[in-house]
């Protein structure tokens, strides 16, 4: 356990609204991802943060914001939901003493299911 | 969650043989490995890493093999549980790189 939450776990909303999904993490980590997962593609990178107001876009970025005032605290916005936006999003930090995000094990989140209709 | 596990390549095993689930991976420069399990409706979950320097490393009925002239990895699941049933995927990362690149998994069904 890894002292990561997301919330909310579940959520529905309809296209064109904003929709914000929360991390928090309770052990001061300092590297923050987060990915979605589909069917067929693995999971791929939107955002990640390495440190607090420091963040850089992953590689499906597109439509989606972030923003991490507080150490613990990561929230993803998608900015005006599209179907395509349907999935499952999960949130990870970094534990490890290497100093580089990429060379420490990432541990995961409990996932929220978002549905856009 | 449980759509996870669609359009996977599927590994079935009898209870108490040992799996083996492979990775390609991509990158030559990689030097990190590890390999996550998920189980329906949840988070990936660490299972065991691997570093560059080594070819083989074990962990407790796991063990993970590199072959770094042919980029490939595998994971050895010995005397296979039900509770073993999950999808498996591998992920690499290199120096430098901030980033993990992920596979898409392979899903084991353990047969009673």
């Known amino acids: 356990d890894a002292g990561i939450t997301q919330s909310p776990r579940h959520k529905v909303t309809e296209t064109g609204t904003p929709v914000t999904l929360r991390c928090h993490q309770t052990e001061n980590h300092r590297y923050m991802y987060w990915y979605r997962q589909d069917p067929g593609h693995g999971l791929r990178l939107i955002h990640y943060?390495?440190?607090?107001?420091?963040?850089d876009k992953g590689e499906v970025s597109d439509g989606y914001s972030v923003s991490r005032s507080k150490t613990e605290d990561f929230l993803l916005t998608l900015e005006s939901a599209t179907s395509s936006q349907t999935s499952v999003y999960f949130c990870?930090?970094?534990?490890?003493?290497?100093?580089?995000?990429?060379?420490?094990?990432?541990?995961f989140g409990p996932g929220t299911r978002l549905t856009v209709l | 969650g449980e759509s996870v596990g669609l359009h996977l390549p599927t590994l079935s095993v009898q209870e108490g043989d040992n799996s083996i689930i492979n990775c390609a991976y991509s990158?030559?420069?990689?030097?990190?490995f590890i390999w996550y399990k998920q189980e329906s409706g949840k988070g990936p979950q660490f299972i065991i890493d691997i570093r560059s320097n080594m070819d083989k490393r074990q962990g407790q009925r796991v063990t993970v093999l590199l072959n770094k002239t042919v980029k490939h990895l595998s994971l050895q699941i010995a005397a296979t549980q039900p509770g073993d049933s999950a999808v498996y995927f591998c992920?690499?990362?290199?120096?430098?790189?901030?980033?993990?690149?992920f596979g898409t998994g392979t899903k084991l069904q353990v047969i009673p």
């Open positions: 992920a690499e990362t290199w120096e430098g790189y901030q980033k993990v690149t």
């Open positions: 990870a930090i970094t534990k490890g003493t290497s100093g580089r995000g990429g060379l420490d094990t990432q541990y």
């Open positions: 943060s390495y440190g607090v107001k420091d963040t």
């Open positions: 990158n030559s420069a990689s030097d990190y």
